[in-house]
C-alpha cells in the first residue's frame, strides 16, 4: 500500500520517558502507517498566555503563506523546465535544423516526468521532512517570535526575486514569441524585408510606393483593376449625391450656386438644364488624374492565403495618399506600412537571435535560481513547523513539561487516515482533560470542535506535500 506524502507532525508529553512513548506510537500505528523521529532542540518561550495564543496565531498564518511560496515555487519551477527553450543558432538553416531537433526530442520527452526539486542539492522534500534536524544555518533562537518574523521576511524577500526573475524571462520570452511568430506567420503580420528590393521601391518628390497584401482568391481581380479603383470610387460617390440631389429636388451644385431659371422656360429646355446640371455635377467630381499609376504593379511574393504587390502612386498632397489607402482599405486589401531599409533583415535577425541568447541564458540561470530559493524557503517552511508545534504544544501542556515532549511524523498508509486517527485517540486518550470539572467529555469536545476545529488530545500539525492533482 502506498504511502502519499503527507504527514501529521504531532506532540505529546513524554512523562519522562521518550524511548517508551516513541515504542508505544511505532507499535500502535505500525500496521496502518509510518513513525518517524522529528529532533528538537530546546526552545524557550515567554510565560505570558496573551504572547503564547498572539503567536500561535501569526504562526498559523505564516504557515499558509509560506505553503503557497512553497507551491509558487514549484509550480514555477515545473512550467519552465517542461517549455525549455532551444539553444540558440545563427543561420535559417541551422534554425530550421534546430526545429525538427527540438520537435523529436519533445515528442520523444512528451509525458516524462519532471525532475522533483530538491532540499540541500541532494533530499527530497519527503526525505528532508522525515529527517528533519534543526539547521545550523538557523539559530536557536531567544525569541520566538523574533525568530518567527524574521523568517517570514526573508521568504518574503525569496518570494518577491522569485517574482521579478520570472517576470524578466517572461518579458523576453514574449518578446521573442511575438517576433517568431510574425516570422511563421502570414503576409499580412510577418516582416516584408526578404521581399522587397531596392529596386521595388519609387520615392521621390513626385512618386511613393505602396505595399498591398491581397487576398489570393482576389488577387486576379486586384491585377486586373487595380489602377481603376479610384475611378470607381468617386464616381460611385458622384453617382450616390446626384440620387440624393435627385431626392431633394435639387443638388449640392445648385444649393450652392443657382441658375437663373428664364420666366418663359419650356418644360424641354428645363429637362435639357437638370440634365446639364447633373452631368457638370458628375464631372466635377470624377478626378483628372488619378493617383494610382497603371503599368506599376509588381507581384513581389505569394504564400498560401495572400499575394504581396507593390504598385506605385502620384503624390497628390498628404489627403490624397490616405484617400487611395482608404479605398484600398475598403476593397479588403491592406497597405502595409513600409520603410526601406537595406539593412533591416539583417537587423532582424540579429535582433531575434540576440534575443534568443538571452532567452536560453536566463533559462538555464533561471532553473537553477528556482532549484536554490525552493531548497531555502522549505527548509524555513519546516523550521516555522517545528516552532509552531512546539508553542501548540506548550499552549496545550503547559510549561511544567519543559523539553520533555515527543515530537514525532505520522505518515498513514493511503486511505487509513481515520484509522490511524481512531488509533491515537485510544492512545493518548489520557491527555484529553476535563475542560470545565464537570466531568462531561462529549460537552468538552463539543466546546474543543467548536473553538478550534477538529481538536485531538494530542498536538497535531499537518505537513501537506502532495501535489495538487493528488
Not at 540558440?88 to 519533445?106: A, I, L, V, Y
Not at 524585408?193 to 498591398?212: F, H, I, N, Q
Not at 532567452?359 to 532549484?371: A, C, G, M, P, S
Amino acid at each position: 500500500m502506498s504511502f502519499p506524502p503527507c504527514y501529521w507532525l504531532i506532540a505529546v508529553p513524554t512523562a519522562g520517558n521518550a524511548e517508551t512513548t516513541k515504542r508505544q506510537l511505532g507499535n500502535s500505528v505500525g500496521a496502518y502507517g509510518r513513525v518517524h523521529d522529528f529532533v528538537l532542540p530546546t526552545l524557550k518561550v515567554g510565560t505570558r498566555l496573551d504572547d503564547l495564543i498572539s503567536l500561535s496565531d501569526e504562526l498559523a498564518k505564516q504557515d499558509a503563506v509560506v505553503h503557497g511560496v512553497v507551491k509558487k515555487i514549484q509550480r514555477g519551477y515545473e512550467e519552465i523546465v517542461v517549455n525549455k527553450p532551444a539553444p540558440p543558432q545563427r543561420g535559417q538553416k541551422k534554425e530550421d535544423e534546430s526545429k525538427k531537433k527540438k520537435k523529436k526530442k519533445k515528442n520523444k520527452d512528451e509525458g516524462k516526468p519532471v525532475a522533483a526539486l530538491k532540499i540541500n542539492n541532494n533530499l527530497l522534500p519527503s526525505e528532508f521532512t522525515e529527517k528533519f534536524r534543526w539547521s545550523s544555518r538557523i539559530p536557536i533562537p531567544r525569541s520566538l517570535s523574533a525568530c518567527v518574523s524574521d523568517l517570514a521576511k526573508e521568504v518574503r524577500t525569496a518570494d518577491d526575486d522569485v517574482k521579478n526573475h520570472l517576470q524578466k524571462f517572461n518579458d523576453v520570452r514574449t518578446t521573442l514569441e511575438a517576433i517568431e511568430k510574425k516570422e511563421s506567420g502570414t503576409l499580412l503580420v510577418r516582416s516584408l524585408a526578404e521581399y522587397v528590393e531596392e529596386k521595388d521601391v519609387v520615392e521621390s518628390g513626385y512618386l511613393s510606393t505602396l505595399l498591398v497584401v491581397v487576398p489570393i482568391d482576389k488577387s486576379k481581380q486586384f491585377e486586373s483593376s487595380y489602377w481603376t479603383l479610384e475611378a470607381k470610387d468617386k464616381e460611385r460617390k458622384a453617382n450616390s449625391s446626384a440620387s440624393k440631389g435627385e431626392r431633394e429636388g435639387e443638388s449640392e451644385e445648385e444649393l450652392e450656386e443657382k441658375e437663373e431659371i428664364p420666366e418663359d422656360e419650356t418644360p424641354a429646355e428645363k429637362e435639357a438644364r437638370e440634365a446639364e446640371a447633373k452631368e457638370k455635377a458628375r464631372k466635377a467630381r470624377l478626378p483628372q488624374c488619378d493617383s494610382i499609376v497603371p503599368n506599376t504593379l509588381k507581384k513581389l511574393h505569394a504564400d498560401k492565403e495572400f499575394v504581396l504587390y507593390k504598385l506605385v502612386v502620384l503624390k497628390k498632397g498628404p489627403h490624397e495618399l490616405e484617400y487611395v489607402k482608404a479605398v484600398l482599405r475598403s476593397e479588403k486589401y491592406t497597405v502595409r506600412p513600409f520603410l526601406f531599409d537595406p539593412d533591416q533583415e539583417k537587423k532582424l535577425k540579429e535582433e531575434q537571435h540576440a534575443l534568443a541568447v538571452q532567452r536560453y541564458d536566463r533559462w538555464k540561470y533561471l532553473v537553477q535560481f528556482l532549484k536554490t530559493r525552493f531548497s531555502d524557503v522549505f527548509v524555513k517552511w519546516m523550521h516555522l513547523k517545528a516552532i509552531r508545534v512546539f508553542v501548540e504544544a506548550v499552549l496545550r501542556y503547559g510549561l511544567e513539561e519543559g523539553p520533555n515532549y515527543q515530537y514525532c511524523l505520522v505518515q498513514p498508509k493511503k486511505g487509513n487516515d481515520v484509522r490511524v486517527r481512531k488509533t491515537l485517540a485510544t492512545l493518548y486518550a489520557n491527555l484529553n482533560h476535563n475542560l470545565d470539572g464537570t466531568g462531561n467529555k462529549e460537552e468538552d469536545d463539543e466546546l474543543l470542535n467548536s473553538q478550534f476545529g477538529e481538536f485531538y488530545p494530542y498536538v497535531s500539525v499537518t505537513v501537506d506535500l502532495r501535489d495538487d492533482d493528488d
